[in-house]
């Protein structure tokens, strides 16, 4: 057993040093005055066994992980969360005493906890969600949404057969809308969401036509570079209540931090602003 009175955590991915997780543990670590270091770790594919299972004895005590390692985490651990198995992904690791690998997907915790926080008066209860995109990022989405309780879901993506892949998993509150009739979805939404990496700098827009959202509608985009994309402006001009990505990647990394370091950090002004310094 290593010391773990300074406990050691970070993330994993390829490539990571575009990651903002580091500096975000750096800032709640001072702000908590909690011991600890949280290092960035570039990992090629055939390593990750490997590093995962050796870091436990280097004092580590759990780690993140990012594209494109957070399918292949799942298979490599001893023990996944449902929530985990149901999306097919894990972000967070936890190294139990015990010696077993723990992993958990926390990416829809964040996402509903950053619904929560810029829309204070949203429930599951307000209506259908329409959810743009069915990638990796909507798995982790549409499970949080069912969750806590959406009754109905619009899902739409590029690729027809992806969207569907996803229905047959999620179920029958999920209704697979064409691409191309993705405007008219938004008429019925109480909430809409991009997954798409539309709108991301050095990427396409997303080109939705808008002019049927309502106002008062809660949009989100989990892109977050930039902060303010075209859909999200369009959306604030049409009258709702807009959300931006970046904190769900705050809220995400929330239950991994209590977990490592023993207390409950808040996503505040100050948190956004370390990060966006
Ligand atoms: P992914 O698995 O690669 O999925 C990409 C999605 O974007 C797919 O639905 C894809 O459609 C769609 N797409 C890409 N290019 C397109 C185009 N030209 N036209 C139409 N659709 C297009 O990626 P992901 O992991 O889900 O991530 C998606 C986005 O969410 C990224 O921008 C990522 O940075 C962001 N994200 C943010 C957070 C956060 O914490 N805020 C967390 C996770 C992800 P096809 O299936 O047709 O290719």
Known sequence: MTDRSIPLAGVIGNPISHSKSPKLF??????????????????????????????????????????????????????????ATLIGAANTLIFRRD??????????????????????????????????????????????????????IYLTNRTRPKAEALQSAFGTKVTVVDWV????????????????????????????????????????DLVYTPLKTRFLAEAEEAGCITIDGLGMLLHQAVPGFERWFGVRPEVDVDTRAAILG
């Open 26 to 83: 750096r800032h709640w670590l001072k702000t908590y005055n909690r011991s600890g270091y949280y290092i960035p770790m570039p990992v090629q594919e055939g390593d990750l066994e490997t590093v995962i299972r050796t870091l436990p004895s280097m004092g580590f005590v759990g780690c993140n992980v990012t594209i494109p390692h957070k399918v292949d985490v799942l298979q490599i651990a001893d023990l996944a969360t449902d929530r």
């Open 99 to 152: 010696g077993k690998i723990h992993a958990d997907n926390t990416d829809g915790y964040g996402f509903i906890a950053n619904l929560k926080q810029g829309a204070p008066g949203w429930a599951p209860s307000i209506g259908p969600a329409a959810v743009l995109g069915a990638g990796g990022a909507a798995r982790a989405v549409i499970a949080s949404l069912i969750e806590v309780g959406v009754q109905e």
């Open 181 to 220: 009739q993705a405007g008219n979805m938004l008429e019925e939404a109480a909430t809409v969401v991009n997954t798409t990496s539309l709108g991301m700098q050095g990427q396409p827009e997303l080109r939705v036509p808008l002019d049927g959202l309502r106002r008062g509608t809660v949009v989100t």
